[in-house]
Structure formats: C-alpha cells, structure tokens
C-alpha cells in the first residue's frame, strides 16, 4: 500500500487482468532495481503505437521517474508517439 495507508486499491481482479493482459502481451512494466530490491516502476497497457500508463512507485526518491524516462526512451524507438493528455 502506500505511506500511511494499509490497504491496496490493487484487488485479485485487476492482477487477474493485468496477468491476462500480459500474456496477451498488452501489459507492460519498466522496474529499477538497486541490490536486488525492486525501489520504482510503472506499468501500463500497450495497444498499437499508444501506451496507457496505469501507476507509478517509488521506494527511493525519483525511481519512477527514472523508470519512466528509460521507457518513454524504449517506446520511442518502437515508434510509439508522445501526447499527454490532461
């Protein structure tokens, strides 16, 4: 959960889905690991040249972010275009 809070809004359903959606091969993840631990990702739907991103942590300071940029770099290269909608 997050700092402070002692339940997850991640329920079985939406690992089920996510699972599914993965094998799919239309659920992603980009990880920072440091030692061994996992400290900082995200993860999101692709379909065709767009990505979905569903959520961002970080157990060291700017992890996600750094997760962020390394894959926004990755997708780039697989053609994917960059639009940030509010």
């Known amino acids: 959960g997050r700092k402070g809070q002692d339940a997850t809004w991640i329920t079985e359903e939406m690992k089920d889905a996510y699972t ?3 094998v799919q091969g239309h659920a992603h993840s980009a ?3 440091q030692g061994g631990e996992l400290v900082g990702g995200l993860y999101g739907i692709k379909m065709g040249k767009l990505f979905f991103g569903e959520s961002m942590f970080s157990k060291i300071s700017n992890a996600s972010k ?3 940029i390394k894959y ?3 997708l780039k290269t697989e053609g994917l275009v960059m639009e940030d909608q509010p």
Do not use: G, K, M, N
Request: net charge neutral.
């Open 72 to 74: 926004i770099l990755q």
């Open 66 to 68: 750094y997760a962020f």
């Open 31 to 33: 990880e920072v690991w």
């Open 20 to 22: 599914r959606l993965h």
